[in-house]
């Protein structure tokens, strides 16, 4: 019976690891070992990433959330409690987008939760 020698399946993989190694520096991008080494680190700061992504945009809108309450008399956390006390349920995501696009609508809400507080 004839060996079986794996050179298809190796060409193939190492083309997808050379392909994805394209755009890095020097010896990342020509030479396999290193390529495959850039390649995987690289995969593996996205897959951490992907991840990271959702609390920095939830910091994001914690932020914007914070600078429109102040500017309506009032700070993040007495807005929130007094929301959640109103029984409001708007996400940080809208309220972020009511701050920085609807700044009237925002006031209103405001409004509601400093009617609600204590």
Same mark, same amino acid.
């Given at each position: 019976?004839?060996?079986?020698k794996?050179g =298809?399946? &190796? &060409?193939?993989?190492?083309?997808?690891?050379?392909?994805?190694a394209? #755009?890095?520096?020097?010896?990342? %991008?020509k030479?396999y070992? %290193?390529?495959k080494?850039? !390649?995987? @680190?690289?995969m /593996?700061?996205?897959?951490?990433?992907?991840?990271?992504?959702? $609390?920095?945009?939830?910091s994001?809108? *914690? !932020?914007? *959330?914070?600078?429109?309450?102040?500017?309506? #008399?009032? %700070?993040?956390?007495?807005?929130? /409690? $007094?929301?959640a +006390?109103?029984? =409001?349920? *708007?996400? @940080? +995501? =809208?309220?972020?987008?009511?701050?920085v696009?609807?700044a009237?609508?925002?006031?209103? =809400?405001?409004?509601?939760?400093?009617? &609600?507080? &204590?």
């Amino acid at each position: 019976m004839a060996r079986v020698k794996n050179g =298809v399946a &190796h &060409h193939a993989r190492k083309k997808k690891v050379m392909e994805a190694a394209k #755009g890095a520096r020097g010896g990342r %991008s020509k030479l396999y070992k %290193s390529a495959k080494e850039n !390649t995987e @680190r690289g995969m /593996a700061y996205a897959y951490r990433d992907r991840r990271k992504r959702k $609390g920095e945009f939830r910091s994001l809108w *914690i !932020t914007r *959330i914070n600078a429109a309450a102040r500017l309506n #008399g009032l %700070s993040y956390s007495r807005l929130m /409690a $007094g929301l959640a +006390k109103a029984g =409001v349920e *708007i996400n @940080r +995501k =809208v309220l972020a987008d009511l701050a920085v696009h609807d700044a009237d609508a925002f006031a209103r =809400v405001a409004d509601v939760a400093r009617d &609600h507080q &204590h």
